[in-house]
């Protein structure tokens, strides 16, 4: 089926003109001006930033004027008063000079001679009233660890206030669908954005009535109307074609900050038709209501750093798929839209992007009842693992996140036998030690069970081909790293019974040899998987495994989880002890949605992966 009414040339697809762009910083600092209190100096930073933001408004020729000095925390103070006096001379000869060609009356005389005073009087006043000596005192020490100071410009008096909460930076740089949820991507410094409040405008072509409900719409560029307060956004049929807009009031337990509005890149559009994981969203409308029974979804995503899509066509690594469709700003959207669809309430997620967890994947869970942990590959790797439980049913323990690598440099006797069994070739030593991979291992109670325990362990192995003894090996170090984990638990909490839980993609076919390792313990010598090179009987390096620690494959190994145009197989796997139960498997794409767009990823589906999806079951206390 054709999405060519969703490409780039598409007249919805519209972005925002250089001057619209251009005018951000002027409505901005509109919107600012209009919320920042009289007498009040507002100073922005953080406990780590080095340099602190000094913002208030101030009087001027007839008129209101937002001055901002950015000054680093150990300058002196009387430097930092000295270049106060200068800004505001400069930002006076500015304004004379617009007013160059008009007649002086009366009363701008009078405000010449007060705006003087402003320049050469300016102090710092602690709370008892003294004023501070700005020859020994830091720019930090009175404006950010200060309580109760005034600053003194005139004869006008402005209360510092600190720690005020700030937006370090927002963004939503993908592609806005209707009925895709929308947040943005945001920072904010001295606040929460729980607490926070977002405002979402959409931009009317017919000229609107004055909205003197509505204190911002009246100072945006254009007809505005407001459509949404909240954090995630979800655009309708009736704004397709439309631009959006977001303003965020930053706030915390007790202050509000200052306000910073953004316009989002791209116009709404209509939404993909017929994507590819409708068929089992509609099998999973409501939530599992049994106490004994939980849906986990095992689901790598796709990271959009591999995709390298400069590249020219017949070099990328899916030549099959338009660029448009494996771009960020039109795959994340999808990905939003898919995952929760899925109302799992164990979410192990793999190729997570390292800089979009903490600003889009996490707040974005987190509202939708989720807590999120998030664990990064190795070396100068940009993505890692995520796990993401139901807060409703499930309480946090204690996290036990490991490379794999480390694992096997480590002085633990159970371990000891990977390096030696690499020792028989230094090259593959050497490599293996250098690969980034992961194991993210978190601990969960049930809420509703409170005896049960579960232990999710969540990983991504290595993916060349070739390679199958480094997936085996560090299959091994997976096994007895969460054995070690099991043990201490058990150890911690005598009266809970513990459930073992291993996902992820194992980036192996279900003959690989790193299954039987897993669900028998040990591995024949005679399997090629213990090769260095597969075409080399020579360059085994076989050896003796036991393995303490046994799991049972509960996902449906006949199911495809990778489809590309080249390769076809099941890569993704679901792994429990004895004290879980499979449920319920939930089916993934049909092969006939798939290949109407060759392969995937495609502008039906925003990953090469298709989720593992499944209803587990606690075994029984009695």
């Known amino acids: 089926m054709s999405f060519c009414r969703y490409s780039v040339t598409s007249k919805l697809f519209r972005l925002f003109s250089f001057s619209t762009f251009s005018s951000y910083s002027r409505i901005n600092r509109k919107i600012q001006m209009h919320l920042l209190k009289q007498f009040v100096v507002y100073v922005l930073s953080s406990n780590c930033e080095d340099k602190l933001q000094i913002i208030f408004k101030y009087p001027l020729k007839n008129r209101e004027e937002k001055l901002t000095l950015i000054r680093e925390r150990d300058d002196p103070l009387s430097q930092t008063l000295n270049r106060l006096s200068k800004k505001l001379r400069e930002c006076n000869e500015k304004i004379n000079m617009r007013k160059a060609n008009k007649a002086v009356d009366y009363d701008d005389d009078a405000n010449d001679k007060m705006n003087t005073q402003w320049f050469t009087n300016v102090k710092l006043y602690n709370d008892n009233g003294e004023v501070v000596d700005a020859d020994n005192v830091t720019t930090e020490e009175a404006f950010w660890k200060s309580s109760g100071f005034t600053l003194a410009i005139a004869e006008k008096n402005y209360r510092i206030v600190n720690q005020v909460p700030y937006v370090k930076c927002i963004n939503w740089d993908y592609r806005v669908f209707v009925d895709y949820p929308v947040h943005p991507k945001i920072v904010i410094l001295n606040g929460e954005i729980q607490k926070s409040d977002f405002l979402w405008y959409i931009e009317e072509k017919e000229t609107l009535s004055t909205n003197d409900s509505d204190e911002f719409a009246n100072l945006l560029p254009g007809n505005w109307i407001l459509r949404f307060k909240g954090y995630v956004f979800v655009p309708q049929m009736e704004d397709v074609g439309k631009k959006v807009c977001v303003i965020c009031l930053p706030r915390n337990k007790e202050l509000s900050g200052v306000p910073e509005v953004y316009f989002l890149k791209y116009a709404v559009e209509a939404a993909p038709k017929d994507v590819i994981w409708k068929d089992c969203q509609l099998l999973c409308k409501t939530s599992v209501m049994e106490n004994d029974t939980f849906r986990l979804l095992s689901y790598n995503i796709l990271a959009g750093s591999y995709l390298a899509l400069k590249l020219p066509k017949d070099q990328l690594y899916f030549p099959y798929c338009p660029v448009e469709y494996q771009r960020d700003d039109y795959r994340i959207p ?41 664990k990064l590959k190795g070396g100068e790797v940009s993505e890692g693992l995520a796990t993401f439980f139901n807060k409703e049913k499930f309480i946090y323990i204690d996290s036990f996140d490991v490379l794999l690598s480390d694992l096997a440099k480590s002085d633990k006797q159970e371990f000891k036998w990977i390096p030696n069994c690499l020792n028989k070739n230094q090259e593959a030593l050497k490599y293996f030690m250098s690969r980034p991979q992961a194991l993210q291992v978190t601990a969960l109670r049930s809420i509703l069970l409170p005896d049960k325990l579960i232990c999710i362990a969540n990983t991504h192995l290595h993916s060349k081909g070739e390679h199958d003894y480094i997936r085996l090996l560090q299959t091994a170090i997976c096994i007895l790293h969460l054995n070690n984990v099991f043990q201490s638990l058990k150890e911690k909490f005598p009266e809970s019974r513990i459930a073992l839980c291993l ?62 145009v080249n390769f ?25 949605a798939i290949r109407q767009h060759e392969a995937i990823p495609s502008a039906a589906c925003p990953s090469d992966h298709i989720p593992v999806l499944l209803e587990i079951k606690f075994q029984s206390s009695e």
């Open 334 to 374: 999808l990905l939003m839209k898919q995952i929760p669809g899925y109302k799992a309430d164990i979410m192990c997620l793999q190729e997570v992007e390292n800089k979009l967890f903490s600003i889009l994947w996490r707040p974005y869970f987190d509202k939708a009842g989720y807590s999120g942990l998030f």
């Open 503 to 564: 996902c992820g993609d194992m980036n192996s076919t279900p003959d690989a040899a790193l299954h039987e390792l897993i669900e028998k313990g040990t591995v024949s010598s005679e399997r090629k998987d213990w090769r260095t090179k597969a075409d080399d009987e020579e360059s085994t390096i076989a050896t003796e495994v036991n393995m303490p620690l046994t799991l049972t494959c509960i996902s449906d190994v006949r199911t495809f989880t990778n489809v590309t």
């Open 568 to 592: 076809s197989a099941c890569l993704d796997y679901i792994y429990v002890n004895e004290e879980l139960r499979l449920g319920k498997i939930y089916p993934g794409y049909s092969d006939m």
